[in-house]
């Protein structure tokens, strides 16, 4: 038995060494690629967690189309999930878009980000897993010891300081110029859009005719329909003054629940509170084109005085304004969405742009704190201009004298991460 | 009554003004957890908004017809409009096809809200022609500037009129396409970014007078 | 006389416009002139060549988002941009936030897949509309299926095939955005700018011009603007549809308004001066 046993390996072992040497004849041995040092496994900052950052020495030998594998495991041994693949000269220290302020870039070496929960679902904090690299150039590759490591959810961005600084910029601008509202008066430039308002509410109140209200079709989320409320307020209150009549017809619910209690609101402070009806504020509907032709269906039979159009407008604005015009209503429209101002121009009497429809409420109610923070825009607006400047200036000089990175160092202030 | 109206209301815009400020730069799973939280709340408000929003919608057509004021018969067609897409909606349990063939709510989409919603729509073609034979007017030398851009965007933007471009200046070598590209990506952008900048900036300060409590019209100022 | 007449020409009542545009437009739907469209714009170029070159079974997110009001210029996008993914071979996630896509999107659907031999839960998914857009935005960056874990039909989303390995933003090559609304600014914020997935956006014509700014700092790799961007579309990819149709119409439509523009500018000129 134990000679047979012989035998056999005896035989194997000859048909071996005959098949390795015929091998060895056939094929040209390739070089070898260099070892893979400096392997290590580390939390990537800055995240929620659940993402590892890998980083190793870069090969500058490595043959061209050499590429590298990334492979992760939850399991001690075994159990790898190709992660990434990359060829060797990407992926370097300093392409993860991060700033020069958050992050050392290391020349000569690879640094890449391993999502792990696109493996293994979701990730808890602390939860180790293991990482090799394989590094494959043609028919021969070189593969690292495993490496451990684990993650954790961040606390703070640190990329985003130079978007934190500018927020406390303003905010500061902001406080110092509300503590101070009362001590002078400030000069506000006229906007005869909101100058006219009081002559609209006049002419409807003498014709005997309604005041359309159009609040637009943004939700409460949007800052041009939040200041659309702050002007219905204030013509609200100079309607129950006139006591004339306003419609308001609403294409958002939620709009139209704050706008009631606006309404409402506006009518007690004008002391007229038995004149607030419940349908002034009316739902119309949720479809943008039904509320336009209700809307104008509206505007052409009752003939209104006065048309405000404020808030945020898409395809619509033409239809209700032009429809407006037709009834030789005096129209004021106000809105952010640029792409409908031009809309606005040609019918309205007078058109509110963006940053004044949102100054409209503080300039109506001449409430010293509200126009005192309108000097914190001109101060963001300040700061952007002269941003602007230095920074074509700038970046010119350094394109002309060769300074990429000072360039780039620059660029990344102004980068939002 | 002024705590329950004023004070509680202030806080609550403060607290998750400042919490859904600071999730942007706090990138930790409770922060995400917290937006999402958020979004949620937010669909759930809007959901329940809606049926007043219906309610009112019901309400003031019920008053004007049952009260016979002007152009009362229209508001039937409201009653109709709803009955028409929502009763089909129910038989058709929400679905617009069956298969390959269209269920009652999918033939009430296609053949009632469909063309009356594109009419509309069309409508703005006729509107924008009689707007612009009325604006396009020289009468002014920037008024000049807009004719000479608009007509070179009406004549670049279709092969016909890519055609006349090319029969009256063909001689110059310069393609209509570019002259639109760089009227499109320098100037129009150029005014574009203007106001988005200023509108950005104008949202942050406007955004900071709501949590701050500085501008609360929205809540009844006391 | 003449004064009379020029001053007439100007004041004319718009319904004589209207009436005349309606005859332009139905005579060139009646009579095609069969102009094509050759001269690809630079942003539907980018648009095609960046879709081109996703590899085969890449994730692409088509965002749907417009009602029966703007699908006449849409549509032909949607339906240009589908036939191209799916020649591609790419994998399409269907999404929408507009509640009138949804008929919209199962009449695109019902047609292109077939085409090409593609089937529903293998090669795409159609997922039910979301009320809330930013919520739905935000959400996916960590996980799709904490908004979309039902399909359309109320299956499991997880369990498609088409949804292999699709976690988040992460594994998602690309969003198209077709929208009447200003959903592709949402997709540029929300996704595009803050977790790096390109996006390209299909708007209206009229919002074409709006979308610049975005376009120059390729926060969009693309843009299709209207039925032209549509008919462009169909060129690329040789497969003349509804865009390459409509174009006869919008070529008459832009030289009448021209013309028109011109003869009011001539009256002018001549009041000024007689």
């Known amino acids: ?411 990344n202030l102004f980068k939002s991460y | 009554m002024k705590l329950i109206k004023k004070y509680i209301p202030l806080a609550i815009v403060f607290v998750f003004g400042i919490l859904t400020l600071l999730t942007y730069y706090v990138p930790h799973k409770h922060s995400v957890n917290f937006l999402e939280a958020m979004n949620k709340w937010e669909n759930i408000v809007s959901a329940f908004a809606f049926f007043l929003g219906l309610i009112s919608l019901f309400y003031s057509h019920y008053a004007k017809i049952s009260r016979k004021a002007d152009g009362w018969g229209y508001s039937i067609f409201v009653y109709i409009g709803f009955l028409a897409i929502a009763v089909p909606a129910y038989v058709s349990h929400g679905k617009n096809m069956n298969g390959s063939s269209l269920t009652w709510l999918g033939w009430a989409f296609q053949y009632i809200y469909n063309p009356l919603s594109a009419t509309m729509f069309a409508v703005l073609a006729f509107y924008i022609v009689s707007t612009a034979y009325k604006s396009f007017r020289i009468k002014s030398l920037q008024a000049f500037v807009l004719f000479v851009a608009a007509m070179v965007l009406i004549l670049g933007n279709v092969p016909l009129g890519q055609m006349i471009w090319e029969k009256l200046f063909g001689w110059t070598s310069c393609a209509i396409s570019d002259i639109v590209d760089w009227i499109l990506h320098v100037p129009a952008v150029a005014g574009k970014r203007g106001i988005m900048i200023g509108i950005a900036i104008g949202a942050v300060v406007t955004a900071l007078k709501i949590i701050f409590g500085i501008e609360r019209q929205y809540l009844g100022k006391d | 006389m003449l004064k009379d007449k020029l001053n007439a020409v100007l004041k004319i009542d718009r319904r004589w416009i209207f009436l005349a545009l309606a005859v332009v437009l139905f005579g060139a739907i009646m009579h095609p002139l069969g102009l094509i469209s050759n001269k690809i714009s630079r942003d539907t170029q980018s648009a095609y060549d960046f879709m081109n070159k996703l590899p085969a079974g890449s994730f692409v997110i088509l965002s749907l988002d417009y009602d029966p009001a703007t699908s006449p210029e849409l549509n032909p996008q949607a339906m240009a941009v589908a036939r191209h993914a799916f020649s591609k071979d790419l994998r399409v996630g269907v999404v929408t936030y507009a509640a009138g896509a949804t008929a919209l999107i199962e009449k695109v659907f019902s047609v292109v897949p077939g085409e090409f031999k593609k089937e529903y839960g293998r090669d795409y998914v159609i997922f039910p509309y979301q009320p809330n857009a930013v919520a739905a935005l935000t959400q996916m960056a960590s996980d799709i299926y904490g908004i979309y874990d039902k399909d359309k039909d109320g299956k499991d989303a997880r369990s498609l095939p088409v949804m292999k390995e699709i976690k988040n933003y992460k594994n998602v090559s690309l969003v198209v955005c077709i929208a009447g609304t200003s959903m592709p600014d949402a997709w540029v914020a929300y996704a595009g700018d803050k977790y790096g997935v390109p996006v390209i956006a299909g708007v209206t014509a009229i919002s074409q011009p709006g979308y610049g700014p975005y376009l120059q700092k390729k926060q969009l790799k693309g843009l299709l603007g209207g039925m032209k961007g549509a008919a462009e579309y169909e060129y690329l990819i040789k497969t003349p549809g509804e865009g390459t149709s409509g174009m006869d119409a919008l070529s008459l439509a832009h030289v009448m308004v021209a013309a028109l523009i011109i003869v009011s500018n001539i009256a002018i000129v001549i009041l000024k001066y007689l």
């Open chain 1, 1 to 411: 038995m134990t000679k047979n046993k012989l035998i056999f390996f005896i035989i194997l072992s000859l048909l071996t060494a005959g098949g390795a040497s015929a091998a060895a004849k056939k094929s040209i041995p390739s070089p070898a690629l260099a070892a893979i040092s400096g392997l290590s496994a580390a939390d990537m900052p800055y995240d929620s967690g659940g993402t590892t950052l890998l980083s190793w020495d870069a090969d500058p030998t490595a043959p061209a189309g050499t590429v590298y594998r990334v492979f992760v495991s939850s399991l001690e041994t075994g159990g790898w999930i190709k992660a990434e693949e990359f060829g060797s000269g990407e992926k370097m220290s300093g392409s993860l878009d991060l700033p020069f302020w958050a992050w050392k870039t290391r020349p000569g070496v690879h640094e890449v980000k391993v999502e792990l929960n696109n493996s293994f679902g979701e990730v808890n904090d602390g939860q180790v897993f293991h990482f090799k690299i394989s590094k494959v150039g043609g028919a021969v590759s070189a593969e690292s010891a495993a490496v451990s490591g684990s993650t954790r959810g961040n606390w703070f961005r640190l990329d985003r300081l130079n978007n934190i600084v500018m927020l406390a910029l303003v905010t500061i601008v902001f406080f110092w110029a509300v503590s101070h509202a009362k001590r002078k008066g400030l000069f506000i430039r006229r906007i005869a859009g909101l100058d006219a308002i009081d002559e609209a509410i006049g002419r409807a109140t003498e014709m005997g005719k309604p005041i359309y209200y159009v609040p637009g079709i943004g939700d409460m989320t949007m800052v041009s329909t939040i200041a659309s409320t702050f002007i219905l307020g204030e013509v609200s209150k100079k309607v129950a003054q006139y006591d004339s009549t306003i419609k308001v017809p609403h294409y958002n619910p939620v709009v139209m629940t704050v706008s009631k209690e606006v309404v409402k609101q506006a009518f007690l402070e004008a002391g007229r509170p038995d004149s607030f009806r419940e349908d002034i504020n009316q739902f119309i509907s949720q479809d943008q084109f039904s509320y336009a032709a209700s809307v104008d269906g509206m505007i052409s039979r009752e003939k209104p005085a006065a048309c405000f159009f404020m808030g945020y407008f898409a395809a619509e604005s033409l239809l209700l304004a032009e429809v407006g015009a037709t009834t030789g209503a005096i129209q004021i429209a106000g809105t952010d969405a640029e792409g409908q101002l031009p809309f606005f121009f040609t019918s309205c009497d007078y058109t509110l742009i963006g940053e004044e429809l949102y100054a409209a409420g503080a300039y109506l109610s001449k409430d010293p704190m509200l126009l005192s923070a309108l000097k914190a825009q001109d101060f963001g607006k300040l700061v952007v201009m002269v941003s602007v400047v230095l920074g074509a200036i700038t970046v010119s000089v350094c394109s002309l004298m060769h300074w990429g990175v000072f360039a780039q160092l620059i660029a």
